[in-house]
């Protein structure tokens, strides 16, 4: 199975076994280890062989069509796994399709002894419980905490979108937006923080607009700002802001605070104006360069990441050259580029003059040449430059890697280097880049 994320955790080895199995963005990533939480507390053994496992659960994405292909096939190749194929082990399918999907899953995926939407994600362990047979462990137990594997980790901030871009099912799938409160973001951040987590990415599906909610109205700078403030030794990353959400406020929290990365992920999916207000979302090329300018006047040396879609229905050859042209201007560090996908229940799927495949993927193929050649541009210029680098683990040759303050999880390449221990925070002198990648020496007192 490909691109299988699995969350582990260890206890008595008698309960029956769990596993879990992750697809999808990094708010799924959470999703998992907070059940991995439940289900250890509950008595459950949670293991990393989903073919050695009594149940697994696999967190599905469903973003875009291809991220539900891609769940299915994973469900599937779990299937035929031995204990699957003797009937030993229950399938529970949680996560983004259930909720989309609802009970049209269930008459489609009769493999699946249980659907766990998101929204109730917090009952995995009644689930699993029920599934099983198994009431709770005969003798306490001591789960390892699922934060405790990396140096690295998410805390979700809120959960939902009501902006209704039409080209998105998040609304759908995740319900309206709801900031979670203060304390419960608090607290998530010190579970981690104690387990040794030293870089934290807050996350969300609209990160700009926490505490808005509120009885009493909060900032998303107000957030940050205090958590940099308490917990001054961990490094804090923003990810996931629309343009509405980049004040000036949070401009000078980032500036400000040394241990908040000067990153900003600002999706702005397109630059026509007649495409974005087609889209339901605001903005045009000059505002988007207005903004990219903006950004880079208060936070110095700031690095900045956007999402791009190209093919979208209506898009035109001058709405796609005034795309390239905005690309060209903005130079963004690094950009995610997608051929527009037609998502069953989003307007947009209805709008006439759907582009061809072969189009959109042209298209999209062009825009993503052009944003690697500017971002591989601006990585080879860090060159003799020194920076500190999150030591984050080995890969499978046994090569050392980490992760500097520009460059966002999983997404953005990573640092190789000769030597240090994971959790530390290191200065580097960049020697050599090779696409999105950089090599480094540490640099000794």
Not at 28 to 43: H, I, Q
Not at 148 to 167: L, N, T
Not at 216 to 234: I, N, P, Q, V, Y
Request: aromatic share 8%; with cysteine; glycine share 6%.
């Amino acid at each position: 199975m490909s691109n299988i994320d699995v969350t582990t955790a260890h206890c008595v080895s008698s309960a029956p076994s769990v596993c879990f199995v992750t697809l999808g963005c990094a708010k799924n990533e959470v999703d998992t280890a907070e059940m991995t939480k439940r289900v250890t507390a509950a008595g459950f053994s949670v293991v990393d062989d989903p073919g050695a496992a009594d149940a697994v659960v696999v967190n599905t994405c469903s973003f875009i069509q291809a991220a539900t292909e891609e769940s299915i096939e994973c469900i599937f190749d779990i299937c035929g796994l031995e204990n699957f194929e003797s009937g030993r082990a229950k399938l529970v399918v949680a996560g983004c399709m259930p909720a989309r999907y609802g009970t049209d899953l269930e008459g489609e995926l009769a493999e699946a002894s249980a659907f766990v939407p998101c929204s109730k994600e917090d009952d995995i362990a009644d689930v699993l419980r029920e599934l099983l047979g198994f009431k709770g462990a005969s003798s306490a137990t001591r789960a390892v905490s699922p934060y405790a594997a990396s140096p690295a980790s998410y805390v979700k901030i809120s959960d939902g979108c009501d902006r209704f871009c039409s080209f998105c099912a998040i609304p759908y799938i995740r319900g309206a937006y709801h900031s979670f409160p203060y304390e419960d973001v608090r607290a998530a951040v010190a579970e981690r923080v104690a387990a040794g987590v030293r870089e934290i990415t807050l996350i969300a599906q609209d990160t700009g607009r926490w505490g808005e909610d509120f009885d009493d109205a909060d900032t998303t700078a107000h957030l940050l700002d205090r958590l940099a403030d308490e917990f001054s030794d961990t490094w804090f990353r923003l990810m996931y802001i629309e343009p509405q959400g980049v004040t000036d406020e949070l401009l000078d929290v980032i500036a400000a605070r040394p241990n908040i990365c000067s990153y900003l992920d600002v999706p702005l999916q397109h630059a026509s104006k007649k495409i974005l207000r087609s889209m339901n979302r605001r903005g045009d090329a000059q505002k988007h360069l207005d903004l990219v300018a903006r950004m880079r006047e208060r936070v110095p040396g700031i690095t900045l990441r956007t999402t791009l879609i190209a093919g979208f229905p209506g898009e035109t050859d001058e709405d796609f050259e005034e795309l390239i042209s905005f690309l060209e201007e903005a130079e963004f560090d690094y950009a995610g580029v997608f051929p527009y996908s037609a998502e069953e229940g989003t307007r947009a799927a209805t709008l006439p003059d759907q582009v061809d495949e072969d189009v959109k993927i042209a298209r999209a193929q062009e825009v993503r040449d052009l944003a690697d050649s500017i971002g591989e541009a601006h990585v080879s210029q860090r060159i003799g430059q020194e920076m500190d680098v999150l030591v984050l683990g080995r890969e499978e040759d046994g090569q050392l890697y980490g992760r500097a303050m520009c460059q966002a999880p999983e997404v953005d390449g990573v640092v190789y280097l000769e030597e240090g221990e994971p959790g530390d925070i290191v200065r580097v002198k960049i020697t050599d880049t090779l696409v999105y990648e950089m090599e480094g020496d540490i640099i000794y007192d």
